[in-house]
C-alpha cells in the first residue's frame, strides 16, 4: 500500500483540532488520512504498526460499539478528511518573534516565505555574531545594536568590529595623537612616541642597587644624587643581602642532601622492582607455555570428541537401515512364497473338505489362516515401508542440516508449488532446520510462494521462524542475532536480493518457544513475482533461498541461562 503524501509534512501549531480529525492510534492529527470500515481514521504511517504483533482482522483501536474488525484491504484513503485537515487553521511558527497570523495549513509554506517575523541569522555570523532576530528588525540590530558590526578607525581608516575599535584607537592604532606620559610632551602619533620615550628627560630610572633590594626610582640627575649621597642605607641593604645569601646557601645544601638521599632511596627501589619484575616476567611465560599446551590437549580431545560422535551417528543409521533392510527382504520372501502357495490353492478345483491333489490335502480353515497370515505380513510390509521413507526423511534432514547459522534452501518444482499455493492446497512451505551452532538455536525458513498479507498474489514472502530446539534451557532469550533473508541470483551471481533485520526483543516471535515454532517474522514483501519469475533467479524451475544468522556476540550455551 504505497501512496504519495498529501498533507504537509511540517508539525505546526493547530488553532483548534477537533476530534474528528484525529488519528486513532497516535491520537495526531490524521497524517494522508486513511478511513476504515467503521468510519474512524488514521494515519497511513500508523497502519503497519497496527499489523505487526497481530494477525488479520485486528480490533479497532477506537474501541466503539459499531466498530468492525479491520482488514488491511479495507483500509482506503479519505480524500474528504485530507482536504478538511488542510483547511485546518495554524499559527504561524514565527509566533513566539511576534507573528500573529493564523492560515489554513496548506496556506502555511506560501506565508512563511512572505512572514517579515521570519527569524534570520546576522550578517556579521563570520564575525563572531551568533544572534538570531526577525526579519523585519534585522536592518536595526546590523546598523545600531550588533557589536560585530564593522566599523573604520578614525585616524588609520582599517575597519574593526564595534566591541574592539574603542580598545583600537585609545591603545594600539600607530595612527592616533597622544602625549608623553612622563613629561607632557607633544601631542604626537604613537608611533612616534618610542623614539621620544628613548630620550625623555623625565623619564624614570631605576637604582644601580636594585639588585640587592633598592627601590628609589627618580629622574636620572636625582639617581645620580641619590646613589652619591644614601651610600650608609646601601651598605645596610647589602649587609642583609648577604645574610640572607648565607641563609638561603644553609637551606639549599639541606635540601640538596635530603634530595640526595631520596634518590638513593628510589634507586633502591627501582633495583627491587626490577628483580620483581623479571620475576613477574619469567612467571608469566611459564604460565603462556602452560596454557598453550592446555589448549592443545583441549582441541585434540575436543576433535576426537567430533570424531566419536560422528562414526556413533553413522554406526547407528547404518545399524537401524540394515536391519530395516533385513526384516522387508525376509518378510517379501515370506510374502512371496504365501502369495504362490495361494495362487496354486486359488486354482486347484474345490473337492470338498479332505479332498487331495499331488499328496496334498488343505482344509478351508487352513486356507483362511494363510489368507490371514497374508494380509498381516501385507500390513507388516506397509508399516516397514512407512518406517524406511520416515527414516529416509529424517536421514535427509540430518544430512542437509548446518551447523553455522547459514541455510541453503532448494525449493525444487517452483511452478507447481506456486499453482498449490494459489489454489489454496498448499499455502506455505517449510525449510529443513538449520542450527547456530551444535548445540545452539534451531531454526527454519518459512516462504508463502503466491504472497501474504499486503504480499497476497503479487510477491513471494519470506519469512524466519524460532524452533523449540533441544537446548534451549541454555541459551539467552530472547533471541536477539541479526538475521539476513536472501533469493540467490543463479545467472551473474551478482545479483542477490536481500533484507536484514534486527529481531525486536519485546515480539513474541523471538521469545523461547513453547510450542514447536514461534509466530513467523519476515518480509510480507520480500520479492515481487514480475522479478523473481525471470531467468536470473529460477533456472530448470528451481530456486534458492539463503538464510544467514549474524553469530558475532553470541555467547556459547550456558546452565546460567535457564
Known amino acids: ?75 482506503v484513503p479519505d480524500p474528504g478528511g485530507q482536504r478538511e485537515i488542510k483547511k485546518l487553521l495554524v499559527f504561524c511558527p514565527n509566533k513566539q518573534y511576534g507573528c500573529s497570523t493564523t492560515v489554513p495549513w496548506r496556506d502555511l509554506e506560501k506565508h512563511m516565505s512572505e512572514c517579515t517575523f521570519c527569524p534570520v541569522e546576522c550578517p556579521n555570523k563570520s564575525r563572531g555574531c551568533s544572534v538570531v532576530v526577525a526579519r523585519n528588525e534585522l536592518d536595526n540590530h546590523q546598523k545600531k545594536e550588533c557589536n560585530f558590526r564593522p566599523v573604520m578607525c578614525t585616524y588609520c581608516k582599517q575597519e574593526f568590529s564595534f566591541m574592539m575599535i574603542g580598545n583600537h584607537e585609545e591603545n594600539e592604532c600607530p595612527d592616533a595623537t ?77 635540601q640538596i642532601q635530603e634530595i640526595a638521599a631520596e634518590r638513593d632511596g628510589l634507586k633502591r627501589r627501582l633495583e627491587q622492582h626490577k628483580e620483581e619484575l623479571a620475576s613477574l616476567k619469567s ?65 486347484r478345483p474345490a473337492t470338498g473338505v479332505g479332498s487331495s491333489e499331488a499328496g496334498v490335502q488343505v482344509r478351508p480353515e487352513e486356507l483362511n489362516d494363510m489368507k490371514q497370515q497374508l494380509t498381516m505380513h501385507d500390513r507388516q510390509f506397509h508399516n516397514l ?32 508449488r506456486k499453482q498449490e499455493a494459489i489454489t489454496g492446497k498448499t499455502l506455505s512451505l517449510y525449510s529443513q532446520p538449520f542450527y547456530s551452532s ?55 551471481g551478482q545479483r542477490h536480493l536481500s533484507d536484514t533485520f534486527k529481531p525486536d526483543p519485546a515480539s513474541s516471535s523471538f521469545k523461547r518457544p513453547t510450542t514447536e515454532m514461534n509466530i513467523a517474522s519476515g518480509c510480507p514483501l520480500f520479492v515481487s513475482h514480475s522479478v523473481l519469475e525471470t531467468p536470473t533467479y529460477i533456472k530448470d524451475d528451481i530456486i534458492f533461498i539463503k538464510l544467514m544468522l549474524d553469530l558475532s556476540n553470541l555467547p556459547p550455551p550456558n546452565p546460567a541461562n535457564q
Open 1 to 75: 500500500m504505497a501512496f504519495s503524501s498529501l498533507t504537509p509534512q511540517k508539525n505546526p501549531e493547530f488553532v483548534r483540532i477537533g476530534e474528528q480529525y484525529k488519528c486513532i492510534v497516535c491520537k495526531q492529527v490524521a497524517r494522508d488520512a486513511m478511513a476504515t470500515e467503521c468510519g474512524h481514521r488514521l494515519c497511513l504511517p500508523c497502519i503497519d504498526p497496527m499489523f505487526q504483533e497481530a494477525k488479520e482482522p485486528v480490533k479497532c483501536p477506537a474501541q466503539e460499539d459499531d466498530c468492525v474488525p479491520i482488514f488491511r484491504t479495507k483500509i
Open 178 to 254: 597622544t602625549t608623553c606620559k612622563f613629561c607632557g610632551a607633544g601631542p604626537m602619533k604613537r608611533r612616534e612616541i618610542q623614539g621620544h620615550l628613548e630620550s625623555c628627560p623625565r623619564k624614570p630610572k631605576e637604582c644601580r642597587f636594585k639588585v640587592i633590594g633598592c627601590t628609589y626610582m627618580a629622574t636620572e640627575e636625582e639617581v645620580s644624587n641619590h646613589e652619591i649621597n644614601d651610600g650608609v642605607h646601601h651598605m645596610e641593604i647589602l649587609s642583609i643581602f648577604v645574610t640572607n645569601s648565607g641563609l638561603n646557601r644553609l637551606q639549599l645544601i639541606n
Open 283 to 347: 612467571q608469566v611465560e611459564a604460565l603462556k607455555t602452560a596454557s598453550k599446551d592446555a589448549k592443545m590437549r583441549m582441541v585434540s580431545q575436543t576433535e576426537r570428541i567430533i570424531q566419536l560422535e560422528r562414526k556413533s551417528e553413522d554406526t547407528v543409521k547404518r545399524d537401524v537401515m540394515e536391519r530395516c533392510e533385513q526384516q522387508t527382504r525376509e518378510l517379501q520372501v515370506t510374502i512371496r512364497e504365501l502369495r504362490e502357495k495361494l495362487t496354486l490353492l486359488e486354482r
Open 385 to 416: 515401508d512407512v518406517r524406511l521413507a520416515e527414516l529416509d526423511l529424517r536421514f535427509q534432514v540430518l544430512e542437509t542440516a548446518s551447523y553455522d547459522g547459514i541455510l541453503l534452501w532448494k525449493i525444487r518444482d517452483y511452478t507447481r
Open 438 to 492: 551444535r548445540f545452539g538455536y534451531k531454526m527454519c525458513a518459512r516462504v508463502y510462494l503466491n504472497g501474504d498479507g499486503m504480499g497476497k498474489n503479487t510477491h513471494m514472502s519470506l519469512f524466519f521462524v524460532v524452533m523449540r530446539g533441544e537446548y534451549d534451557a541454555l541459551l539467552p532469550w530472547p533471541f536477539q542475532q541479526k538475521v539476513t533473508l536472501m533469493l540467490l541470483d543463479q545467472q551473474s
